[in-house]
């Protein structure tokens, strides 16, 4: 603009300096721009030419938003740090073109916090493979308690009570998470298998137990699907996982002990074809002692 010139800015320490900032104006002492070492006490102490208007403001060509607060940290030498995370962000960015150190890595260090602070408590992986899922059982180093829930899979109609109980199973699954957060891994598997509701706990990298949580049921010539809520047994089961927390490494007695029930030797859920033929004999059996 017509009338800006540049000059040498030297004086007392107790000397006001006018500072237009991006259209901001400040109005402060030779003395605090110059306190520590940065750019402004270059600017300040007759090292660098500043640009000034005919009206005898220095203009800096920055955003004045914050920089009051860069004024009040040479003040003082602290200052209170925006609660934004994304102001906190400017302010540093101002820091660093003033070279203000100190202003800087306290700006550093509120980010990190806020950052730490937004993080979730408690996360629950949704697997989308079961490579995927292989990939976090054997990488974790805690025991992992896996709930499979898929209700489309299912060939029949459900049981009057089978949706309460997949709610259930969901509801729980939800609490053990928040309760045993940090302690286990809790993942969630809606895509894999042929099963409907079903719950797999693993030490080491290993399966310990498996709580299938669904039946086939006959009503007249009809087969149903029962979904149950076996509540007692899974709580047993996340409980007993706990024992792998505080090893180093895989124990084939803690397996198993913990695997008693058949779990890590196959334990499924029963197949159509045998549910259909046990169904069938029970007929045949009603039949023969009807006659």
Known sequence: M???????????????VKL?????????????????????????SGRMEVLTDSEGWILIDRCGKH???ILNYLRDGTVALPDSYREVMELMAEAKYFLIEELTESCQQALAKKEREAEPICRVPLITSHKEEQLLIMSTS???VKLLINRHNNKYSYTST?????LKNIELFDKL????????LFIKDVIGSNEICCWSFFGHGKKCAEVCCTSIVYATDKKHTKVEFPEARIYEETLGILLYESRNGPDQDLIQATSSRGAVGGLSCTSDEEEERSGLARRSNKQNNQS
């Open 2 to 16: 017509s009338g800006d010139h540049k000059t040498l800015i030297k004086g007392s320490p107790s000397q006001y």
């Open 20 to 44: 237009n900032v991006g259209g901001t104006l400040f109005y402060t002492t030779i003395g605090t721009l110059t306190k520590s070492d940065n750019m402004l006490r270059t600017m300040f």
């Open 162 to 166: 089978s949706d309460d109980n997949l």
């Open 177 to 184: 998470s928040l309760r045993f957060s940090g302690r286990v």
């Open 67 to 69: 920089f009051g607060t």
């Open 142 to 144: 805690k025991p992992v």
